[in-house]
T-cell receptor
Framework: DSGVTQTPKHLITATGQRVTLRCSPR?????VYWYQQSLDQGLQFLIQ???????AKGNILERFSAQQFPDLHSELNLSSLELGDSALYFC?????????????FGPGTRLTVT | GEDVEQSLFLSVREGDSSVINCTYT??????LYWYKQEPGAGLQLLTY?????DMKQDQRLTVLLNKKDKHLSLRIADTQTGDSAIYFC?????????FGSGTKLNVKP
């Protein structure tokens, strides 16, 4: 158990809909990272937050957004969903802003868009 | 930093050494990582190397970095069946991460 929790574990929704994925970092970790793993695109880094502020941005679509709350949990919002958004979404956390080498991953949320 | 390449498969016998190779493109990458993903499971950060190092050893794992050729390798000594997994390399360019497509390691008993 990494100490990083993600909810829900599975999500099935229809095209055009909007969903919110939630991540709670390990106790004491201030950074949260979001990743997408799909059959088409492989593993992709989406975005990083550190202590409530956006720190780094990867291949995140405009239809997707994220935020980190004062209690340090993070949410990834996916809107106008397409079939190609079906993927496993991981979050990870680390203590510092530039300490990705100490990342711990959550179990992931599997999103299926039908 | 977007073209990180790995071979797709590697098969070894239990007890042998495994070497998984990776090439990357961005010479300004600060760290390079190896992740492990077991079947049906999440990701685990296995090890990493800072870009100014040539080698890093961590128990059965040895990471070699050739910056000139932009080549990274992961050697697993005394490979066990529990090492069967997909291994991803990734480069970190100031907190922007680019992943390879993963190498599936099959360990035969």
């Amino acid at each position: 158990d990494s100490g990083v929790t993600q909810t829900p574990k599975h999500l099935i929704t229809a095209t055009g809909q909007r969903v919110t994925l939630r991540c709670s970092p390990r106790s004491g970790d201030l950074s949260v990272y979001w990743y997408q793993q799909s059959l088409d695109q492989g593993l992709q880094f989406l975005i990083q937050y550190y202590n409530g502020e956006e720190r780094a941005k990867g291949n995140i679509l405009e239809r997707f957004s994220a935020q980190q709350f004062p209690d340090l949990h993070s949410e990834l919002n996916l809107s106008s969903l397409e079939l190609g958004d079906s993927a496993l979404y991981f979050c990870a956390s680390s203590v510092g802003a530039d300490k990705a080498y100490e990342q711990y991953f959550g179990p992931g949320t599997r999103l299926t868009v039908t | 930093g977007e073209d990180v390449e790995q071979s797709l498969f590697l098969s070894v016998r239990e007890g042998d050494s495994s070497v998984i190779n990776c090439t990357y493109t961005d010479s300004s990458s600060t760290y390079l990582y190896w992740y492990k993903q077991e079947p049906g499971a999440g990701l685990q950060l296995l090890t990493y190397i800072f870009s100014n190092m040539d080698m890093k050893q961590d128990q059965r794992l040895t990471v070699l970095l050739n910056k000139k050729d932009k080549h990274l390798s992961l050697r697993i000594a005394d490979t066990q069946t529990g090492d069967s997994a997909i291994y991803f390399c990734a480069e970190d360019n100031f907190n922007k991460f680019y992943f390879g497509s993963g190498t599936k390691l099959n360990v035969k008993p």
